[in-house]
C-alpha cells in the first residue's frame, strides 16, 4: 500500500461524524455548536505541512464548519452536499487530480460513492456498520474523537513522510 499513498494529494472529509462525534447542538439563539478535536486539527496541519492539501465536504450547511476551516487553513469547503459525488468531481477537475490521488474518510451511506472512487478510503470506529467492508481503514477511535488524526498519522507513516513533518518535535 505504501507505493499507492505516495500518490495522495488531497484528503478530503465529511464532517459531523467524522471531524466531530456527529452530535448538533442547538443554541436558544438560533446557532449551533459542534466540538472539534484539537488532535484532528494538529493532524490536519501535519498532512498540509506534507504538501496534502484537505478539504470538506458535507451534506450540512454551517458557520462553525467554515469557522474551523478558516482556523485549519483549509480553503476547499463544500456544504450543503446532498449528492458528495457531484463536489467531488468538481474538486478532482478543479486541481488536476485523478481519483487515485485522493483520499477520503467518511461514516455513513451518503459517502459510499465517493469512497469507491478515491485511491485511499477512512471511516471513523463508530460509523455506520454497513460501509466499513469497503474502506482501506476503519479507526480505532470514533468520530470527533482523534479519528482524523490516527488517519492523518496513518497516511503520513504509511507513505514515509511521517519524520519529514514531525522531526523538530523528536530533536534534542
Same mark, same amino acid.
Given at each position: 500500500?505504501?507505493?499507492?499513498?505516495?500518490?495522495?494529494?488531497?484528503?478530503?472529509?465529511?464532517?459531523?461524524?467524522?471531524?466531530?462525534?456527529?452530535?448538533?447542538?442547538?443554541?436558544?439563539?438560533?446557532?449551533?455548536?459542534?466540538?472539534?478535536?484539537?488532535?484532528?486539527?494538529?493532524?490536519?496541519?501535519?498532512?498540509?505541512?506534507?504538501?496534502?492539501?484537505?478539504?470538506?465536504?458535507?451534506?450540512?450547511?454551517?458557520?462553525?464548519?467554515?469557522?474551523?476551516?478558516?482556523?485549519?487553513?483549509?480553503?476547499?469547503?463544500?456544504?450543503?452536499?446532498?449528492?458528495?459525488?457531484?463536489?467531488?468531481?468538481?474538486?478532482?477537475?478543479?486541481?488536476?487530480?485523478?481519483?487515485?490521488?485522493?483520499?477520503?474518510?467518511?461514516?455513513?451511506?451518503?459517502?459510499?460513492?465517493?469512497?469507491?472512487?478515491? /485511491?485511499?478510503?477512512?471511516? =471513523?470506529? +463508530?460509523?455506520?456498520?454497513?460501509?466499513?467492508?469497503?474502506?482501506?481503514? $476503519? !479507526? *480505532?477511535?470514533?468520530?470527533?474523537? /482523534?479519528?482524523?488524526?490516527? =488517519?492523518? +498519522?496513518?497516511?503520513?507513516?504509511?507513505?514515509?513522510?511521517?519524520?519529514? $513533518? !514531525? *522531526?523538530?518535535?523528536?530533536?534534542?
Amino acid at each position: 500500500m505504501n507505493s499507492e499513498l505516495n500518490r495522495i494529494k488531497l484528503l478530503l472529509l465529511d464532517v459531523d461524524g467524522v471531524m466531530t462525534d456527529g452530535r448538533i447542538i442547538y443554541l436558544n439563539d438560533g446557532g449551533e455548536a459542534k466540538a472539534f478535536d484539537v488532535k484532528d486539527g494538529h493532524g490536519l496541519k501535519l498532512i498540509q505541512r506534507a504538501g496534502i492539501r484537505v478539504g470538506i465536504i458535507t451534506g450540512r450547511q454551517s458557520e462553525v464548519v467554515a469557522r474551523r476551516a478558516a482556523e485549519l487553513g483549509i480553503e476547499i469547503v463544500y456544504q450543503g452536499a446532498k449528492d458528495k459525488m457531484q463536489p467531488f468531481r468538481e474538486i478532482i477537475e478543479n486541481f488536476a487530480l485523478e481519483p487515485f490521488e485522493v483520499a477520503y474518510v467518511g461514516d455513513d451511506v451518503v459517502d459510499l460513492p465517493v469512497m469507491r472512487q478515491v /485511491g485511499f478510503s477512512a471511516t =471513523v470506529a +463508530d460509523a455506520v456498520d454497513d460501509i466499513k467492508p469497503y474502506v482501506d481503514l $476503519v !479507526t *480505532s477511535k470514533p468520530g470527533g474523537r /482523534g479519528a482524523v488524526r490516527e =488517519v492523518c +498519522d496513518f497516511l503520513l507513516k504509511q507513505s514515509g513522510l511521517w519524520s519529514s $513533518v !514531525t *522531526s523538530r518535535y523528536f530533536e534534542d
